[in-house]
């Protein structure tokens, strides 16, 4: 046996000082009439006075308050098990992970912007399957469709800027994966979230597009960074101020063409409004990690759902209807069986008349 709330067995202390409460006000009520009667008038006094009553009458009190606490704590015990039916969306998110995702035109930079929305948007959607998908010079599938969201969170931890095998940005190789993440026959459930600066050296993003759309996938995509852009940091690099100047100091460790001037990365709305426009999602801009998805969240919550995965529950059976039940049976037998037993009209006069 086990309790839900163990610290509140400290009020099971309260029942005996209940009892002793009620067994020392008729104690005190007994000799105050004592003081001023004498013994041979207690029958007309107290007519139905058992000693054995009065007894009963404290146990029950202290019972009942032992049960109420019992109660509170919550006892569990047996175990009890439940099929638990989880219905959702498959979503996928695509995280771009180029290096200019490390610009800190968005605070932090755009990289750790990009991780804390869709750590919100998985955590504000619960119940869904998701997956992750890395972007970068070509598309990793980071994980596959799960439930377990901690794995997502932990892999997130792990991507940073250029962290992927093959340099620059093609989005159209990340996006070419989606089709083969969603099992078949849920193309009503499908969505993905892409968040990227829109950066784009690969082309061929028109025809991707228009199979995306044919399989049913719907793409929201959150555009991370500013038009006007920032210097591009690279690996390891002291973090730069962001601003729309473009310049660094001498020798900064910024990214640089051949002619040692500054590269400067904007965000490309544009590219990002063409995949939403393509496939019938949303597209949002943001620049920091609190920025509003509600428009992402109600588009994902409208969608229809479909049967992910059964489960069966064991846990703890609730059993503080016992402890309650006994609370409330101690309570009617003290108000049943008070101290005094019944008697009539006239035993009372009988017994009054003994009195000498």
Known sequence: MSFLHPNL??????????????????RRRLEATEA????????????????????????????GVL???????????????ETVEREGVDVVYVLDASLS?????????????????????????PGN??????????GIVLAPLTTDVAVV??????????SLPMQGTELRRALDLLPRLYPPGSERHRAAVILSDGEDHGGGLAA?????????????AVGIGTPE????????????????????????????????SVVISSLHEEVLEQITRATGGVYLQATDGARSLRPILAALDSMDTHHLETSTVSSRAERFQWPLALAALALLLYLALPPFRPVGRGAAGGRAEEVP
């Open 9 to 26: 067995l400290l009020l099971t202390l309260l029942a005996p000082l209940a009892g002793w409460g009620v067994h020392r006000l008729w």
């Open 36 to 63: 001023w009667a004498s013994r041979g008038l207690w029958n007309r006094l107290f007519a139905g006075w058992e000693p054995g009553r009065l007894s009963l009458s404290v146990a029950l009190v202290a019972l």
């Open 67 to 81: 049960g109420a606490t019992l109660a509170l704590a919550q006892p569990r015990w047996g175990t009890s098990r």
């Open 101 to 125: 995702m490390g610009v800190p035109d968005a605070t932090p930079s755009r990289l750790a912007v990009a991780k804390t929305l869709i750590r919100r948007l998985i955590r504000e959607t």
């Open 129 to 138: 399957r998701v997956a992750l998908v890395g972007a970068q010079g070509d």
């Open 153 to 162: 969170d932990l892999l997130l931890d792990g991507v940073e800027p250029g």
């Open 208 to 220: 991707s597009l228009q199979a995306l759309a044919q399989a049913g996938i719907i793409i929201h």
């Open 229 to 260: 852009g920032a210097p591009v940091p690279l690996p390891g690099a002291t973090p730069i101020s962001a601003g729309p100047t473009g310049r660094a100091a001498p020798g900064q460790a910024v990214k640089r063409r051949a002619d040692g």
